[in-house]
């Protein structure tokens, strides 16, 4: 299994029109892809700012393609993560799963 995390800025005055925002966008077509095993999305404070984090479990790379396209290590953005996002991190990080306790 390959986890897949991608981590954002947004002011915090848009935070929860983000999250309503991502439920539509980013969430729904994780969980929609064949292969995707399940999505996280986390948040913390940092200054003025709220970070997001999403973690995404996937079958293999094969999968996080067919969600990301073939040049996966990209960041996957939408029209309008522009009204909301301070800055776009062009690639995102990939992990081996090799032991989770949740089954």
Known sequence: MIVRMWRGEVP???KA???EYLHKTGLSD???T???RGVSLLCRDVGDAVEFT???WWDNIE???RYAGEDYRKARYYPEDAN???SF???VDHFEMIYDSRG
């Open 12 to 14: 915090k005055e848009k």
């Open 63 to 65: 999968a996080i393609k």
């Open 17 to 19: 029109a983000y999250i």
């Open 34 to 36: 064949p292969g995707n």
């Open 84 to 86: 909301y996002l301070k």
């Open 54 to 56: 999403t973690m995404t």
């Open 30 to 32: 994780y969980r929609n």
């Open 89 to 91: 991190a062009p690639t």
